[in-house]
Nanobody, 125 residues
Framework: QVHLAESGGGLVQAGGSLRLSCVLSGNLVGLSGMGWYRQTPGKQREQREL??????????DIADSVKGRFTISRDTAGRTAYLQMNSLKPEDTAIYYC????????????????WGQGTQVTVSA
């Protein structure tokens, strides 16, 4: 079973920084990419990813709203993705979700999308 777990959220003042982590666990036979999304209060989860990494291409996408402030990285084992968030603004307050596109060993022919449970980030003015 594939599982994603985010952590690192919390309360921070505007201008501050946080680093979120996303740990991917389970028996995989393939991983094509990971990304971060967010859901602001009262709204649905944004359809466009904030930042994403894909295969050997590295970072493939960064939303304009976070460009220059947020960066994605991965550990050497490739199972943990990080979202470094700097110069945080109150409008960045949201639940942040990690997503992975992977093939589970139980279903090696299928690429599936997996989501974590989210971690709350609150930025005070």
């Amino acid at each position: 079973q594939v599982h994603l777990a985010e952590s690192g959220g919390g309360l921070v003042q505007a201008g501050g920084s946080l680093r979120l982590s996303c740990v991917l666990s389970g028996n995989l036979v393939g991983l094509s990419g990971m990304g971060w999304y967010r859901q602001t209060p009262g709204k649905q989860r944004e359809q466009r990813e904030l930042v994403a990494w894909a295969g050997g291409r590295g970072v493939t996408d960064i939303a304009d709203s976070v460009k220059g402030r947020f960066t994605i990285s991965r550990d050497t084992a490739g199972r943990t993705a990080y979202l470094q968030m700097n110069s945080l603004k109150p409008e960045d307050t949201a639940i942040y979700y990690c997503k992975a596109d992977a093939r589970a060993a139980a279903y090696p022919s299928n690429w599936d999308t997996y989501w974590g449970q989210g971690t709350q980030v609150t930025v005070s003015a």
